[in-house]
């Protein structure tokens, strides 16, 4: 898998610099300094440096590097630039993106499972969580919150909230408009990336009361 993952990193790298600087900032909302040969993209309300001389991927405030899928996801994001016809806004589930039913199975149980363990019993956790990633409340299910993955790509978060009658469950909804922006692959990665993200501050959250 680590492979490829690599694979997939230097691909989009290639892709990236293929194109013209000037390309992706008229359709993304990321700077492009000629001087550096650095891309500015903020990602859950942080701002990472894509680095196309050293072909690497950080955080700008300390340097961190992120995980390999968040990489992926960065680089994906820049390599796709492309103009977006407007659409009206509305949601679908990764079931309803091209491509989304093949990882349903997997998608359901490294993000959408371990959501409902996290907040499906609690569900007001999430609103205190997600502010730390940029989130702000949403009117859906028993708490919900939308996210801007990137400027241009929203995420929302929503949890039904169980008891002893009635299950808890959970969903994450995109914009259909992701999908000229990301991969298949990537989209469900953007996904499970927020999932972790949310039970992690979660985690935090519930050992420091």
């Known amino acids: 898998m680590e492979?490829?993952?690599?694979?997939?990193?230097?691909?989009?790298?290639?892709?990236i610099k293929k194109r013209e600087p000037a390309e992706i900032t008229a359709t993304r909302a990321v700077s492009y300094n000629e001087d550096t040969g650095q891309f500015s993209v903020i990602f859950f309300a942080q701002e990472y440096i894509a680095d196309s001389k050293q072909e690497t991927v950080y955080r700008k405030a300390d340097g961190h590097a992120p995980d390999i899928m968040d990489a992926i996801i960065i680089?994906?994001?820049l390599a796709y630039a492309q103009p977006?016809?407007?659409?009206?806004?509305?949601?679908?589930?990764?079931?309803?993106?091209?491509?989304?039913?093949?990882?349903?199975?997997?998608?359901?149980?490294?993000?959408?499972?371990?959501?409902?363990?996290?907040?499906?019993?609690?569900?007001?956790?999430?609103d205190t969580v997600a502010a730390?990633?940029?989130?702000?409340?949403?009117?859906?299910?028993s708490s919900s919150v939308l996210f801007q993955a990137f400027p241009e790509i929203?995420?929302?978060?929503?949890?039904?909230?169980?008891?002893?009658?009635?299950?808890?469950?959970?969903?994450?909804?995109?914009d259909p408009s992701i999908e000229p922006m990301l991969h298949s692959e990537s989209i469900i990665g953007l996904g499970i990336s927020l999932a972790n993200r949310l039970n992690k501050r979660a985690a935090k959250e519930r050992s420091s009361r």
């Open 154 to 174: 929203p995420v929302c978060v929503v949890i039904w909230e169980g008891d002893e009658e009635v299950k808890a469950n959970a969903t994450i909804l995109f």
């Open 75 to 77: 680089l994906n994001y």
């Open 3 to 15: 492979t490829n993952y690599r694979v997939a990193y230097h691909k989009f790298w290639q892709d």
């Open 132 to 141: 730390s990633l940029g989130g702000q409340p949403a009117p859906m299910g």
């Open 84 to 126: 977006l016809s407007e659409a009206e806004p509305r949601w679908v589930s990764i079931k309803e993106i091209p491509g989304g039913m093949i990882f349903y199975a997997a998608f359901l149980k490294t993000a959408i499972s371990p959501l409902i363990k996290a907040f499906g019993h609690q569900a007001q956790l999430l």
